[in-house]
């Protein structure tokens, strides 16, 4: 069974742009989302493999969606795509257990070597 | 009458360039500023020019406030003009976040040194993100203690068709200090604006 | 066509400072403008540490600014209103400015080199000289209307509306602070007599002379002014009305003893003054007091000084 994938991201260019740089190889079902509580509904209800998270949300950003997913133990992985890239920004998101840390907007070829890496693809 | 308005896929669109262009400009500002800075990448709003006298009114009752302005002209026809409005009381923070001595500069020469980086600094990302180029206009002072900023405001505001709001918080260790800008676009450049983000749009 | 031809020409005749500076902030060009106005040479100065080249600039500021500029790769301002010069450098207009150097509106444009690596900035220099001077004439004619609002024409003393606007504003003082604040108000006695016989001119001169000689008489903090045609009040903030009716009686019998000269006749003038002090009563109150005191004083004879009582 394919993988699922979801993209949480406010902005549909932002989700739109994500969606055309994933690798061509990867195989997964890709489900949307645009704010932090959505997403965590989703993932509550549905089996997640892979978020690719955007910080600046509204309702509830991604840093509080980070938490959420600590905290009840969900077991999905999560590769942060955000326009914050202060170092400070960075190191607090992979505190919270997140894989790796792309800067928007994301590039296609840095996207595949972090997948590649986690043998995503 | 000429529709200046944006579907929400240009607003959209729009929006999620500016939040780019923020963060790199808030990178770049953290690493020159020292690490103690955070910025946030900031709320972006596009509303009607005459939204905002009274908006900004209501939002700082009684307080003095400084207004500085700095066009901006890039390629392709577009081109504006930033707004930064500051509260008075924030002036030695400011100061301290910029490393300057009470001695050496006026407190008009530190808000007009401040507006200058946080908006510049921005709009080359802007720019960046649109694929074109700045330049820019000497930040001038439009209001200051002896003006009410909300009339300047609307005057000032009258003359454009577009604005896009953005409210940035800084945070420092020690201090915290608010400011808020105006990003306004006259009525052809907000064509052209739009001509560039349907271009943007239609690669994805 | 090819362009490389205008950059020579086009920088030495230039009516703007160009500088450009390496990223340790030595002079890598200057053009014509400044090199004939500083009285360098390119040759001279060339990788050299500008703080060294021209003396006298602010170096902590500058070196913000120029260290601003290369990391953010974002332009800064520099402009007379808040910096008046930069460069001590002179200007056009020796004779009509009061300013010893030019004042100047600076841009400071981050630049690379074609190589990609070599980072420098370009600082523009523009002459202000004409705007300062306009300014500064245009704060000196705003200084003398201001003059000129709050003064009457005739006496040069203070008019009426300024006059009651500073009664406003030290009643109010009083209030807030508990300080005593008294008010004098006099008349010229018998001035329509004084006008029949000498003329207006003469009335004018008289009233001229009066103002100079009792403004002689009073502290700097006492606000003379001209109330209507021959009355005229003094606040004398910081006087209880045992004082206040102290200075009414000199002044009542220094005018008295001086005769003014017109025209080569000496007229003696005497007035009458009513005296009252602020008690929480408004400003007009306390003029109507005032006034009211001033009637009783010219009820009984003239030349004397009345004080307000609540009876």
Redesign the interface.
């Known amino acids: 069974m394919a993988l699922t994938a979801l993209i949480c991201d406010d ?4 989700r ?2 994500l ?2 740089s994933l690798p061509a190889d990867f195989d997964a079902n890709i489900i949307t989302a645009s704010n932090g509580l959505e997403a965590l509904a989703m993932l509550r209800t549905q089996e997640v493999g892979i978020v690719f998270l955007d ?2 949300m509204p309702e509830l950003d991604g840093i509080g969606v980070l938490e959420a997913i600590k905290s009840e133990g969900m077991d999905c992985l999560v590769i942060v795509v ?7 920004m960075q190191k607090r998101v992979m505190d919270l257990g997140a894989l790796a840390f792309i ?3 994301a590039n296609a070829a840095k996207l595949t070597d972090v997948m590649h890496k986690y043998g995503l693809i | 009458m000429t529709d200046f308005s944006f579907s929400e ?1 240009q607003r ?2 729009l ?3 500016v ?2 262009a ?3 400009a ?2 770049k500002l ?1 690493r020159y500023l020292n ?1 103690l800075v ?4 900031p709320a972006i709003k596009l509303v009607k020019t005459d939204y905002l006298p009274t908006h900004f009114a209501n939002r700082y009752p009684q307080q003095s406030m400084t207004m500085i302005s700095l066009g901006f002209f890039g390629d392709h026809g577009l081109r504006g003009e930033t707004i930064m409005l500051y509260q008075l009381a924030n002036v030695d923070t400011i100061a301290k976040l910029l490393g300057y001595n009470n001695d050496d500069s006026s407190e008009a020469e530190m808000l007009t040194d401040i507006s200058s980086i946080l908006t510049t600094t921005f709009l080359n990302g802007l720019a960046e ?1 649109l694929e074109n180029n700045f330049s820019y206009a000497a930040p001038r002072i439009l209001s200051s203690r002896d003006q009410h900023f909300a009339e300047k405001l609307a005057s000032t505001a009258k003359q454009w068709q577009l604005a896009l709001q953005v409210d940035i918080r800084y945070q420092l260790i020690d201090y915290s200090f608010n400011c808020d800008m105006i990003l306004l676009i006259p009525g052809e450049a907000v064509l052209r604006l739009r001509v560039i983000l349907d271009k ?2 239609a ?2 | 066509m090819q362009l490389d031809w205008l950059l020579q020409p086009l920088l030495s005749q230039l009516n703007t400072g160009v500088l450009i500076l390496d990223s340790q902030h030595n002079v890598v060009f200057l053009n014509q403008f400044i090199t004939r106005r500083a009285d360098l040479q390119l040759a001279e100065v060339e990788g050299k540490l500008v703080y060294t080249v021209f003396s006298g600039l602010p170096e902590a500021w500058l070196r913000r600014k120029l260290d601003g500029v290369l990391a953010l790769q974002a332009p800064a301002f520099s402009s007379w209103e808040q910096r008046q010069y930069i460069i001590k450098l002179p200007h056009l207009r020796p004779v009509s400015s009061d300013s010893e150097y030019m004042a100047q509106n600076c841009s400071m444009l981050p630049l690379t080199a074609p190589d990609g690596v070599s980072q420098y900035v370009c600082l523009l220099i523009e002459d202000a000289t004409d705007a300062y001077v306009y300014q500064h004439q245009l704060q000196q004619s705003m200084s003398m209307l201001e003059l000129a609002n709050r003064t009457d024409g005739l006496t040069g003393v203070y008019n009426r509306s300024y006059w009651q606007s500073q009664l406003e504003y030290e009643t109010q003082r009083a209030a807030r602070y508990q300080h005593p604040v008294s008010l004098l108000l006099f008349d010229l006695d018998k001035f329509k007599q004084l006008n029949d016989r000498y003329g207006h001119q003469g009335g004018d001169a008289v009233l001229i002379e009066l103002s100079a000689m009792i403004t002689e008489l009073l502290r700097d903090t006492d606000l003379l002014g001209r109330y209507g045609g021959e009355e005229f009040g003094i606040i004398l903030p910081e006087t209880n009305l045992a004082c206040a009716q102290l200075v009414a009686n000199r002044i009542c019998a220094a005018v008295a003893a001086q005769k003014i000269l017109f025209n080569g006749q000496s007229i003696a003038v005497t007035i009458s003054i009513g005296v009252a002090s602020y008690t929480n009563q408004t400003a007009d109150e306390l003029i109507q007091q005032a006034d009211m005191a001033l009637y009783n004083a010219k009820r009984l004879g003239r030349n004397q000084v009345a004080v307000w009582t609540a009876d």
Request: without cysteine; aromatic residues 2%; charged residues 20%.
């Open positions: 902005s549909l260019l932002a739109n742009q969606k055309k910080l600046t955000s326009a914050d890239i202060q170092p400070e800067q928007k907007p | 896929e959209d669109g929006q999620e360039l939040n780019i923020m963060g790199l808030s990178d953290a690490t955070h910025l946030q990448v993100q943007i749009l690669n994805f």
